[in-house]
């Protein structure tokens, strides 16, 4: 597609309950980010990948959190036992590369997260 | 990883200039300037990324004095449609485009 795509667009889901958040980014682009943003705030880090590999996962809050990219385009965010703190815009973004200037990221839509 | 302070929130009318400053008085010496815009339920859109004194394109213009602790983005006569929030993130350069910490933002909102 011609821009970064994230399904599903809202996810309500009940407390404790798993979910995953699909990101299908920019063809060609290497490296993949996703963000977590809540209500009023900027978007906070929560990993990168540069190809199929976590080049860090550091912003990962939790255990219960994990993202993969297994071929080095889609990648899925699971989380497990949600808590109702986890409701928040979920966003990725892609760029051509991850480093350096001219690393413009491209944002999708974001999948709003509710847990209830 | 440097941080960066902007105005809150920034009211301006139809057709004018709007300039919104942010400091960034960490900012290291391979560390980029960026700019973000975000709509209401859409994700950040890029605006105009420099490194020092003036970058412009076809949107805005992005001002870096000389001790780059500072910059300012400037948007040419605005119209309704550039309310939204303006983020300003400093880094990039050297490490990766991920190392961005994104503040609150400015809310900027124009009126008729």
């Known amino acids: 597609g011609a821009g970064v795509s994230q399904t599903p667009s809202n996810k309500v889901t009940e407390k404790g309950k798993y979910v995953e958040l699909r990101c299908d980014p920019i063809?060609?682009?290497?490296?993949l980010y996703w963000y977590r943003q809540s209500l009023g705030q900027g978007p906070e880090f929560l990993i990168y990948?540069?190809?199929?590999?976590?080049?860090?996962d550091s912003g990962l809050p939790n255990d219960r959190f994990f993202a993969v990219r297994p071929e080095g385009s889609v990648s899925t965010l699971k989380i497990q036992r949600t808590e109702r703190g986890d409701s928040a815009v979920y966003l990725c973004?892609?760029?051509?590369?991850?480093?350096?200037?001219?690393?413009?990221?491209?944002f999708g839509q974001g999948t709003r997260l509710t847990v209830v | 990883l440097a941080k960066t302070t902007q105005p809150i929130s920034m009211d301006s009318y139809e057709g004018q200039e709007v300039n919104i400053t942010c400091s960034h008085n960490?900012?290291?010496?391979?560390?980029?300037i960026t700019w973000y815009q975000q709509f209401p339920s859409q994700g950040p859109r890029f605006i105009i990324q420099?490194?020092?004194?003036?970058v412009t394109n076809e949107v805005a213009s992005l001002f870096i004095p000389a001790d780059r602790k500072s910059s300012t983005l400037s948007l040419p006569r605005v119209s309704l449609s550039d309310t939204a929030v303006y983020y300003c993130?400093?880094?990039?350069?050297?490490?990766?485009?991920?190392?961005?910490?994104w503040g609150a933002g400015t809310k900027l909102i124009i009126k008729p």
């Open positions: 973004a892609s760029s051509l590369v991850g480093r350096g200037r001219n690393t413009e990221a491209f």
């Open positions: 063809s060609g682009h290497t490296a």
């Open positions: 990948f540069q190809g199929t590999g976590a080049a860090d």
């Open positions: 960490n900012i290291a010496t391979n560390d980029y």
């Open positions: 420099g490194y020092k004194t003036k």
């Open positions: 993130l400093v880094g990039g350069g050297g490490g990766s485009n991920y190392q961005l910490i």
